[in-house]
T-cell receptor, first 114, second 114 residues
Framework: EAQVTQNPRYLITVTGKKLTVTCSQN?????MSWYRQDPGLGLRQIYY???????DKGDVPEGYKVSRKEKRNFPLILESPSPNQTSLYFC?????????????FGPGTRLTVT | AQSVAQPEDQVNVAEGNPLTVKCTYS??????LFWYVQYPNRGLQFLLK??????LVKGSYGFEAEFNKSQTSFHLKKPSALVSDSALYFC????????????FGKGTTLSVSS
């Protein structure tokens, strides 16, 4: 089944404790992206990757890192999480080379930072 | 700069009645327009998109949307609402020339009562 998977689905952590949210897609998509969803703000893009070893900042990159060492994986790293990063996070991927194509979203990761 | 406005936080309709979820956009060039739906505790699912051609676009689950260039709108519609249509709906836009990121609206909660 073609899908985008994220792990963990739920995470409660404390301020300053490094964490990684994994994202994997099995559709051979070149483009992958991370969003955060907050009430009243919709989805905002954190980082995106056009291909392996090619990443770029989205609208809200502060406090986040990403890497793209393999086409299928695009982990989101919070080196020192803070309470304002409490949010619902979505990974997405898109077929190659065409911005007119729709994105495929993972199920989401609900992160709480205390 | 690109932007998307969904002027209603919530839309309430009775089952069997027609529904409209409004979306207006702003891009410097020509747009690609998308609607996504999010059911509780799920990721976003693609509903439909406007790329070019016929202004009336038909999508999944009986939904359709009409692209109106002069009013810069892309309202989502359905002739007869179902209780199962209750969900959070997002409009999104991308400037096709600029090839920039997909920008989402803040979302509209649709509530269909039986």
């Amino acid at each position: 089944e073609a899908q985008v998977t994220q792990n963990p689905r739920y995470l409660i952590t404390v301020t300053g404790k490094k964490l990684t949210v994994t994202c994997s897609q099995n559709m051979n998509h070149e483009y992958m992206s991370w969003y955060r969803q907050d009430p009243g703000l919709g989805l905002r893009q954190i980082y995106y990757s056009m291909n392996v070893e090619v990443t770029d900042k989205g609208d809200v990159p502060e406090g986040y890192k990403v890497s793209r060492k393999e086409k299928r994986n695009f982990p989101l790293i919070l080196e020192s999480p803070s309470p304002n990063q409490t949010s619902l996070y979505f990974c997405a991927s898109r077929p190659p080379g065409q911005s007119l194509r729709e994105q495929y979203f993972g199920p989401g990761t609900r992160l709480t930072v205390t | 700069a690109q932007s998307v406005a969904q002027p209603e936080d919530q839309v309430n309709v009775a089952e069997g009645n027609p529904l409209t979820v409004k979306c207006t956009y702003s891009v410097s060039g020509n747009p690609y327009l998308f609607w996504y739906v999010q059911y509780p505790n799920r990721g976003l699912q693609f509903l439909l998109k406007y790329i070019t051609g016929d202004n009336l676009v038909k999508g999944s689950y009986g939904f359709e949307a009409e692209f109106n260039k002069s009013q810069t709108s892309f309202h989502l519609k359905k002739p007869s609402a179902l209780v199962s249509d209750s969900a959070l709906y997002f409009c999104a836009v991308r400037d096709r020339q600029a090839g920039t990121a997909l920008i989402f609206g803040k979302g509209t909660t649709l509530s269909v009562s039986s």
